[in-house]
């Protein structure tokens, strides 16, 4: 439901998924189907309030993004003043704000691939309490160069954090949206490795579109082929800075993304043999191969 609009408006679709999972790119690819809107990355469920939300932002100095992307669909949709549009809506809960952003791009579906919100469990629970009829999109990626990447990105403060850590992420959010997967069933929630869609995207578009019950006509799919058509594939000219990824953003056309059929985990990252195992195992369910032999010391 709109929170100004009072219109009926559909549930979006949510891409749940680790940082560094192509997230950027598949939410475009998404979103320019004729029936879908890729939002950048909105952040709405990270907290109950928007005004914990702008609180948090104020706190990092702008340096999380943790408003950019809001900021960003609002003035795309013609907000002229969206700061001041979030401080008076400070006593909303946050998702109500998405109910408003659903209801200005509606009749299109819109499409939510914030990666804080497969990080915690609770707010999982807080987009499914107020979008319970939601589709949930699980987005994959093999974990070796995931958790290369990841190590990257948390390096940002300029601390690097040993691969041990980024693989105890990765096993740890994998493993609860399998268990999402579980509960929730085939109907709400499907699994995508991204390098599957991005290598493969007309027959991957193809069952995406299905599964969510939208056209899979050629047109349709060969527009989702075009990421780089995408409102949000640039840079902010405002720049509001970090509402997508900044890679992405460099090169916004849609790369096949090669997987060798398998893939060592490097022994320089010096895993427990049981963090060593968990990974690989969880790693098999996701349909990733591997050398058999373990790489632990």
Same mark, same amino acid.
């Given at each position: 439901?709109?929170?100004?609009?009072?219109?009926?408006?559909?549930?979006?679709?949510?891409?749940?998924?680790?940082?560094?999972?192509?997230?950027?790119?598949?939410?475009?690819?998404?979103?320019?189907? %004729?029936?879908?809107?890729?939002?950048?990355?909105?952040?709405?469920?990270?907290?109950?309030?928007?005004?914990?939300?702008?609180?948090?932002?104020?706190?990092?100095?702008?340096?999380?993004?943790?408003?950019?992307?809001?900021?960003?669909?609002?003035?795309?949709?013609?907000? %002229?003043?969206?700061?001041?549009?979030?401080?008076?809506?400070?006593?909303?809960?946050?998702?109500?704000?998405?109910?408003?952003?659903?209801?200005?791009?509606?009749?299109?579906?819109?499409?939510?691939?914030?990666?804080?919100?497969?990080?915690?469990?609770?707010?999982?629970?807080?987009?499914?309490?107020?979008?319970?009829?939601?589709?949930?999109?699980?987005?994959?990626?093999? %974990?070796?160069?995931?958790?290369?990447?990841?190590?990257?990105?948390?390096?940002?403060?300029?601390?690097?954090?040993?691969?041990?850590?980024?693989?105890?992420?990765?096993?740890?959010?994998?493993?609860?949206?399998?268990?999402?997967?579980?509960?929730?069933?085939?109907?709400?929630?499907?699994?995508?490795?991204?390098?599957?869609?991005?290598?493969?995207?007309?027959?991957?578009?193809?069952?995406?579109?299905?599964?969510?019950?939208?056209?899979?006509?050629?047109?349709?799919?060969?527009?989702?082929?075009?990421?780089?058509?995408?409102?949000?594939?640039?840079?902010?000219?405002?720049?509001?800075?970090?509402?997508?990824?900044?890679?992405?953003?460099?090169?916004?056309?849609?790369? %096949?993304?090669?997987?060798?059929?398998?893939?060592?985990?490097?022994?320089?990252?010096?895993?427990?043999?049981?963090?060593?195992?968990?990974?690989?195992?969880?790693?098999?369910?996701?349909?990733?191969?591997?050398?058999?032999?373990?790489?632990?010391?």
């Amino acid at each position: 439901m709109s929170a100004e609009s009072g219109g009926e408006v559909a549930a979006p679709v949510l891409v749940l998924c680790l940082p560094r999972s192509h997230s950027s790119v598949v939410c475009a690819m998404l979103g320019q189907h %004729p029936e879908l809107f890729g939002f950048p990355e909105l952040n709405l469920f990270c907290h109950e309030t928007v005004g914990e939300i702008l609180d948090e932002d104020s706190a990092s100095d702008g340096r999380a993004g943790v408003i950019a992307g809001i900021v960003r669909t609002l003035v795309y949709l013609g907000e %002229p003043a969206p700061h001041e549009w979030l401080r008076k809506r400070a006593a909303w809960p946050a998702a109500r704000v998405l109910d408003e952003l659903l209801a200005r791009v509606a009749p299109r579906r819109g499409v939510d691939k914030s990666p804080r919100t497969a990080l915690s469990s609770e707010c999982v629970e807080r987009a499914l309490r107020h979008y319970p009829h939601a589709k949930l999109v699980h987005l994959t990626r093999h %974990p070796v160069p995931q958790i290369e990447s990841l190590v990257r990105f948390l390096a940002r403060d300029g601390r690097t954090p040993p691969p041990s850590f980024a693989a105890h992420l990765w096993s740890f959010v994998t493993e609860s949206l399998l268990d999402l997967e579980k509960r929730l069933g085939d109907e709400q929630v499907t699994r995508v490795r991204s390098e599957d869609l991005l290598s493969h995207p007309l027959e991957e578009g193809a069952r995406l579109a299905r599964w969510l019950g939208l056209r899979d006509d050629a047109d349709a799919l060969h527009a989702m082929c075009h990421p780089e058509r995408s409102a949000f594939a640039s840079p902010s000219p405002a720049g509001e800075g970090l509402e997508n990824d900044a890679e992405f953003q460099r090169r916004p056309a849609l790369r %096949p993304v090669e997987l060798p059929e398998h893939i060592p985990l490097p022994r320089e990252w010096k895993l427990d043999p049981w963090l060593d195992a968990r990974v690989r195992g969880m790693a098999k369910r996701l349909g990733y191969a591997f050398d058999s032999a373990c790489t632990c010391t």
